[in-house]
Nanobody
């Protein structure tokens, strides 16, 4: 099993930045996908950004140009740099790891999930 732990969430004002980190342990696969998802109160889980070992990266349209996903594979850490945050970005953010896929924003390929970290953006 793979364990994932997110950190870096918090409360900020609109326009500010946060960087989320996700440390994962126990992965032995050489090909895999990593993703960031979020769930806002009363809304469905949404894929935010994903990256795979083929180097493909994908973002949901609403964060394109503001968020950047990156990975330090040597340290088993996944990052999400979030700039120019908006109130609609308020959600619990989860990282996940799973099968190699090009459908990086769909949750089905991901079989291990972290517990989540809260991001709150004020007006």
């Amino acid at each position: 099993a793979v364990t994932l732990t997110e950190s870096g969430g918090g409360s900020v004002q609109a326009g500010e930045s946060l960087r989320l980190s996700c440390t994962y342990f126990g992965n032995s696969a050489t090909s895999y996908s990593l993703g960031w998802f979020r769930r806002a109160p009363g809304k469905e889980r949404e894929g935010v950004a994903g990256i795979n070992t083929d180097g493909e990266i994908m973002y949901v349209n609403s964060v394109q140009g503001r968020f950047t996903i990156s990975q330090d594979s040597a340290r088993n850490v996944l990052y999400l740099q979030m700039n120019n945050l908006k109130p609609e970005d308020t959600a619990t953010y989860y990282c996940a790891i799973g099968h190699p896929t090009r459908h990086l924003l769909e949750y089905i390929p991901y079989n291990y999930w972290g517990q989540g970290t809260q991001v709150t953006v004020g007006t």
